[in-house]
């Protein structure tokens, strides 16, 4: 990941507001959309790369689960609202984790802005790790809601849109990477 300890640091500091950021009919309504591509996991092993507080536990069941996320903050805000989970989730870079030649998962995501904070090289190994994929980042010039609502921001680098593996799309302020 891009700055590890810049990200970790970052969301350790929001970490205990971070979900309030996100409670208005807008993000919901994005959630509701986001989950719906996704589709039903209840069968599924899935790789949530950023996990952050939980999001995708929030909204879908997998079978088995394996969240990595470099802030402890966020996971302990994930693990006081999933208990059940403690043991799946680890506190870790993308790169961290990839280098321990996990098993291959059925799905691997990355939602919203979290391949913001990913290299060009990480991107391009999350299909490595999963039958199927689905990534998200923000669309280029787009300042991430979290920065402008909690006023911590983290310098990043453009993703460029244009190499990313899988079907690449628009989805509002972002750009959604699936496949296969």
Known sequence: MRGDNDVAQAYDVIANVYDDLFIDRAATQEDDAVFARIGD???????????G?????????????AGIDPSQGML???VAKFPDYAGAVRCMSF??????????????VALFGV???????EIDAVPLL???????????GHVPL?????????????????RLPGNVE???????SEGP
């Not at 092993?45 to 996990?51: A, E, Y």
């Not at 790169?95 to 691997?108: G, H, I, S, W, Y």
């Not at 979290?146 to 244009?162: L, N």
Request: proline share 6%; net charge negative; charged share 20%.
């Open 41 to 51: 996991v209840a069968q599924l092993r899935v790789l949530d790369i950023g996990c």
């Open 115 to 121: 391949c913001d904070y990913l290299t060009s090289d």
């Open 146 to 162: 979290t920065y402008r609502r909690s006023g911590v921001f983290i310098e990043t680098e453009p993703v460029d849109v244009a």
């Open 95 to 108: 790169a961290e984790f990839a280098n321990t030649k996990p098993p291959v998962f059925d799905l691997a």
């Open 53 to 65: 507080t939980g999001l995708l536990l929030e909204h879908l069941a997998p079978l088995a689960y």
């Open 170 to 176: 628009r989805f509002g302020n972002y750009w959604i």
């Open 130 to 140: 999963a039958a199927r994929f689905f990534i998200m980042g923000s669309w280029p």
């Open 76 to 78: 302990d805000k994930l």
